[in-house]
């Protein structure tokens, strides 16, 4: 079956770097994504990483490794505003293989910001 | 484009009664997930379409969940009976390719 892995919760102060790491069990691997969600609101697409590698956009970084099946998020300079909370994502083939199949969501990571 | 629309945003029904949550996806986008979420259970996918085929129903709890996408401009879910442990927040997620997954802002159910 499918299943990840990531950190219930984090803390860190403004201005700080966190990496909140993900590891995942999936058939037929497309790629690792990351969302963030704000207490009350809809979970909102961060990246995704396909290959191998780190990913830049802005203040967050994401990697990945396929061979470990495994990937982080990495947040920097950090606000308060990024208190918020941040799951890992995979996605699959469908069973019969030719066309994309679910997307399953970790348990999510509780990042706090504190001043 | 408005993005992905759900309504209601709010729902509270006693148990029992009938509950349907619409969702109107993003034009041009072939998959549609339903997911719920809950703190226990976190975020559980339902089903999803495919160019308005049912897919993959496996994680409908229950004989009393249904959904149907009868164009591409529309899907329901729908709960008869609804339970209290039905009470969660329902999202209707749009993609097209693998890394384009856009959530509605969610049906919030309460199920008294």
């Known amino acids: 079956g499918q299943s990840l892995e990531q950190p219930s919760e984090v803390t860190a102060v403004e201005g700080a770097i966190v990496q909140i790491n993900c590891t995942y069990q999936t058939s037929g691997f497309y790629g690792l994504s990351w969302y963030q969600q704000h207490d009350g609101g809809a979970p909102t697409f961060l990246s995704y990483?396909?290959?191998?590698g780190l990913e830049e956009t802005g203040r967050f970084s994401s990697f990945l490794s396929r061979s470990d099946s495994y990937g982080y998020l990495l947040l920097q300079e950090l606000q308060m505003k990024d208190s918020a909370s941040y799951f890992c994502?995979?996605?699959?083939?469908?069973?019969?293989?030719?066309?994309?199949?679910?997307?399953?969501f970790g348990r999510g990571t509780q990042l706090t910001v504190w001043p | 484009d408005a993005g992905v629309i759900q309504s209601p945003r709010h729902e509270v029904t006693e148990m029992g009664q009938e509950v349907t949550l619409r969702c109107k996806p993003i034009s041009g986008h072939d998959y549609l997930f339903w997911y719920r979420q809950t703190m226990m259970r976190g975020l559980e996918l339902l089903i999803y379409?495919?160019?308005?085929?049912?897919?993959?129903d496996s994680g409908m709890p229950e004989d009393r969940f249904s959904a149907k996408m009868p164009n591409a401009s529309f899907s329901t879910l729908k709960i008869q009976p609804s339970e209290p442990r039905d009470s969660a927040v329902y999202f209707c997620v749009n993609g097209g390719r693998e890394n384009e997954q856009f959530f509605g802002p969610g049906t919030r159910l309460t199920v008294l």
């Open positions: 990483n396909a290959l191998d």
């Open positions: 994502a995979v996605r699959d083939r469908s069973e019969e293989g030719s066309t994309l199949g679910r997307l399953y």
């Open positions: 379409f495919n160019n308005n085929v049912p897919i993959d």
